[in-house]
């Protein structure tokens, strides 16, 4: 293999290209989820791949735990994987077992097929692929339990496990019986329990003390282990010189433990590397196994003797540290995020105060992708739907972090991102997490970090709280937009879009006050349409409303932008303006007419539209009403109406 940069035909193109994989995963921080990736980052580097990583943050509620995710945090998390342009794929890595909502792997697995582009699944034993990584569980589980028979000479073994039925529990299950009867030692039930990965391990052990004492306690995790040693402690008892506790996993909490836990340490890492280099394989045109193991490794450490015990070291007390300060740092970062949402006035402000967040994770680069139907304009409620098989959102950068690309550049989904980024001078390293709210896909975030994972929880809380913030924004802005809509029922006539009676009182109220307080000239005209009637009744309604609504344009595109524009009855207007004096009147009456005449030389329609315009003006200490003003301009109107009925 000399490199990616190969000559490859996909999709009908003959093309020069860098290769480019996609990992479809759950849970971007969590530790397991993480080496894999890490893994695959490493080998991607190393050979010059594109890897982009499509990222939902909510897990799978625990077994047993009766919990289930709400139907709309599923389909918003899981909106992100509709993301996937296989088009520009030359492989696919999932972490099926990871991923929230099963039909996503058959998804995901049916569109890569129809498009040529491999898959291969780690670490899911529950959906079997084309291509699958496993990591053995149940020769682990041996590799311990031979360790602690054939090398320590123990009899009385007890076991805790995850959950009855799990499939990993079943087969460190099975490989803790195989060892035993290997060895012709009895399996007691009584030396079996479920710890449910968590804190419930600390009631196994507090049960397994009542019986006759264990020589060692095997664990199905390190993190049962870490809770079993805690209340062994707590009991009074020591580690190993009284009990010996295995745990499994290797995860980083058992090497800062103490004592440090004597563990199976799963070769995640190495089944990411793996992974890069099976896909490798079948660019080249190679046989690949259909299923390919990862063996775990025995890690001797302080809890079953092989390790002497040391005094807790400094990179205990300063991993601690670490720990507490980067909690304090990301409560600070957040909690500014919120404050400066709380005064935001536009969207971009509302993303603008990522720009920490983003510095606190140390992305390279951060795009913030949203939908055009939500920051367009459009109704946020209404813009939630997921996309069809095969079709693209409209998106709109929003923040700049890292690069230069304005806020506002539409793009397509397709792209993924706004800049031309495949086939650059050097491999790319993305993530893609989605944003929702209430079940409305709002858009996603991509990112680029300096090194995949290392932020525990805090990734997802802060995009959940990104998500919170942004959804109540839109919402926000949706329900003004519902009460403006809602305002204009009341105070709009809905043929003409003019203000009605209540628009008028509201609106015209205004400048009579104003009139009145700074001794303005308050002017009423008042117009009624000529031959409405006649209309109506030649050439029926449709036409009749036409005349009213060409009549209220005429009014509208003729009078100042500060006048109150009133259709007052069937062909009755009025109009309610202010200003120094009267002197333009006359000048917008003209321009009524003017607009009409054009109108009706253009129409071609058999009828005519015009109008009776009659004004009346009055200096704003001497208003009574707009009542009586608005009743003398409607009596000049008939005057003139009756003099043009009198020369036709």
């Known amino acids: 293999y000399i490199g990616s940069v190969v000559q490859y035909e996909h999709m009908g193109v003959r093309s020069m290209k860098r290769k480019t994989i996609a990992l479809c995963v759950t849970g971007y921080d969590k530790e397991y989820e993480t080496r894999i990736a890490e893994g695959i980052a490493r080998r991607c580097s190393a050979l010059d791949i594109n890897l982009l990583v499509f990222a939902s943050l909510i897990r799978k509620p625990d077994l047993n735990s009766g919990l289930t995710l709400p139907e709309s945090v599923i389909k918003g998390e899981t909106a992100v994987f509709d993301l996937i342009n296989y088009n520009m794929l030359d492989g696919i890595i999932i972490l099926g077992d990871s991923i929230i909502d099963e039909s996503v792997i058959e998804k995901v697995h049916r569109l890569a097929q129809k498009n040529n582009v491999p898959v291969i699944n780690i670490n899911d034993p529950t959906h079997v692929l084309d291509k699958n990584i496993t990591l053995s569980d149940k020769c682990a589980m041996e590799f311990v339990m031979k360790h602690l028979v054939e090398d320590h000479g123990l009899t009385r073994i007890n076991f805790i496990g995850g959950f009855p039925g799990n499939l990993q529990t079943e087969k460190r299950l099975a490989g803790y019986k195989k060892v035993l009867t290997e060895h012709n030692i009895p399996v007691e039930e009584r030396r079996i329990a479920y710890g449910q990965f968590w804190t419930k391990a600390a009631d196994c052990t507090r049960e397994f003390l009542k019986d006759e004492l264990p020589q060692a306690i095997v664990c199905a995790s390190d993190t049962m282990a870490i809770f079993c040693m805690?209340?062994?402690?707590?009991?009074?008892?020591?580690?190993?010189?009284?009990?010996?506790?295995?745990?499994?996993?290797?995860?980083?909490?058992?090497?800062?433990?103490?004592?440090?836990?004597?563990?199976?340490?799963?070769?995640?890492?190495?089944?990411?590397?793996?992974?890069?280099?099976?896909?490798?394989?079948?660019?080249?045109?190679?046989?690949?196994?259909?299923?390919?193991?990862v063996v775990s490794v025995l890690e001797k450490a302080e809890s079953c003797g092989c390790v002497k015990k040391e005094p807790q070291e400094e990179s205990y007390y300063n991993s601690t540290y670490q720990t507490k300060n980067t909690f304090i740092e990301f409560t600070a970062k957040l909690t500014e995020m919120n404050t400066a949402f709380a005064g935001c006035r536009t969207s971009e402000e509302v993303y603008e105060a990522l720009?920490?967040?983003a510095a606190f994770f140390r992305f390279n680069r951060l795009f913030v992708c949203i939908r055009s139907s939500v920051e367009g304009g459009g109704s946020f409620v209404g813009s939630g739907s997921m996309k069809s098989e095969g079709s693209a959102y409209s998106m709109m950068s929003m923040l700049q972090y890292g690069h230069d690309v304005p806020v506002g550049t539409k793009f397509s989904s397709e792209q993924l991102l706004p800049i031309d980024f495949p086939d650059g001078e050097k491999a790319v390293f993305f993530g893609f997490s989605p944003l929702y709210f209430s079940g409305k896909f709002m858009g996603y975030l991509a990112y680029e970090p300096t090194r995949m994972g290392g932020a525990g929880d805090f990734f997802?809380?802060?995009?959940?709280?990104?998500?919170?913030?942004?959804?109540?924004?839109?919402?926000?802005?949706?329900?003004?937009?519902?009460?403006?809509?809602?305002?204009?029922?009341?105070?709009?006539?809905?043929?003409?879009?003019?203000?009605?009676?209540?628009?008028?009182e509201?609106?015209?109220?205004?400048?009579?006050?104003?009139?009145?307080?700074?001794?303005?000239?308050?002017?009423?005209?008042?117009?009624?349409?000529?031959?409405?009637?006649?209309?109506?009744?030649?050439w029926g309604h449709e036409a009749g409303d036409n005349a009213i609504r060409q009549t209220a344009n005429a009014m509208f595109y003729a009078m100042p932008s500060d006048s109150?524009?009133?259709?007052?009855?069937?062909?009755?207007?009025?109009?309610?303006?202010?200003?120094?004096?009267?002197?333009?009147?006359?000048?917008?009456?003209?321009?009524?007419?003017?607009?009409?005449?054009?109108?009706?030389?253009?129409?071609?329609?058999?009828?005519?539209?015009?109008?009776?315009?009659?004004?009346?003006?009055?200096?704003?200490?001497?208003?009574?009403?707009?009542?009586?003003?608005?009743?003398?301009?409607?009596?000049?109107?008939?005057?003139?109406?009756?003099?043009?009925?009198?020369?036709?």
């Not at 995009?463 to 802005?477: D, E, L, P, Q, R």
């Not at 509201?506 to 031959?531: N, P």
């Open 460 to 504: 997802s809380t802060w995009v959940t709280a990104i998500n919170n913030n942004a959804g109540n924004f839109y919402m926000k802005k949706d329900l003004e937009l519902v009460v403006k809509e809602l305002e204009n029922l009341n105070v709009r006539d809905p043929l003409t879009e003019l203000f009605n009676r209540r628009g008028m």
């Open 355 to 357: 720009k920490n967040g």
């Open 564 to 648: 109150v524009c009133t259709r007052t009855g069937g062909d009755e207007f009025s109009v309610i303006l202010c200003g120094a004096d009267d002197s333009g009147i006359e000048g917008y009456i003209s321009r009524v007419s003017d607009y009409l005449a054009d109108y009706n030389s253009r129409s071609g329609l058999p009828y005519k539209v015009d109008c009776s315009c009659g004004y009346c003006s009055v200096n704003g200490g001497e208003i009574c009403s707009m009542e009586a003003v608005t009743r003398m301009a409607d009596d000049n109107m008939y005057r003139l109406k009756a003099a043009k009925k009198k020369s036709r």
């Open 506 to 538: 509201k609106f015209g109220g205004r400048l009579v006050d104003r009139a009145r307080k700074e001794k303005l000239v308050l002017t009423v005209i008042c117009a009624d349409i000529d031959g409405l009637k006649l209309i109506n009744d030649r």
């Open 230 to 293: 805690d209340e062994l402690k707590n009991q009074g008892y020591s580690i190993p010189e009284d009990i010996i506790v295995t745990g499994f996993d290797g995860i980083a909490d058992s090497e800062l433990y103490s004592p440090t836990v004597t563990t199976v340490r799963r070769s995640f890492a190495e089944a990411g590397e793996k992974a890069v280099d099976m896909l490798s394989g079948m660019w080249q045109g190679k046989e690949v196994p259909d299923r390919e193991d």
